[in-house]
């Protein structure tokens, strides 16, 4: 007896649509969004420490435009599917928020990243990239 097994048939993909780009644009202001939280929730504000909130996104950015692309965050049927963009978002926010925190802990950055640091990371990023990128689906499937 012969069963056929779902997969999400996964490939990298840069963005390469106008839908995409702007996927990407909402994900970088996502992520600025995020880090400016955390400086709030440190008594700061992001635009008046503007060096430090680069410094502090910097790491997040890298690790971001690097890996987003290989969890396929923005291959079409991603773009399209709540399923897919949840099933994608979360693993690949893990994976990446763990890369952002090795960064920020190497010689080049000031700050170090510790566990409750990067636990925190997660659970706030996701609380800023989950409904975000949801509701991106929702825009680009209608």
């Known amino acids: 007896m012969l069963r ?4 999400l048939d996964v490939r990298p993909q ?21 880090v400016s939280w955390g400086l709030y929730e440190h008594n700061l504000l992001a635009w008046e420490v503007p060096v430090h909130t680069a410094e502090t996104l910097t790491p997040f950015l890298a690790a971001w ?11 079409h049927r991603t773009l399209r599917s709540y399923r897919r963009t949840f099933l994608l978002l979360v693993p690949g926010w893990v994976i990446i928020a763990l890369v952002a925190a090795a960064i920020r802990a ?7 990243a510790g566990v409750t640091f990067v636990l925190v990371n997660i659970a706030f990023g996701l609380l800023v990239l989950i409904p975000w990128r949801l ?8």
């Open 135 to 142: 509701g991106a689906v929702a825009l680009l499937r209608r």
């Open 106 to 112: 190497s010689q080049f950055f000031e700050g170090g």
């Open 14 to 34: 840069l963005p390469a649509s106008l839908g995409a780009a702007l996927v990407l644009f909402g994900d970088l202001l996502g992520l600025l969004l995020f």
């Open 4 to 7: 056929s097994v779902r997969t």
């Open 65 to 75: 435009l690097a890996l987003a692309p290989l969890f396929c965050l923005y291959h």
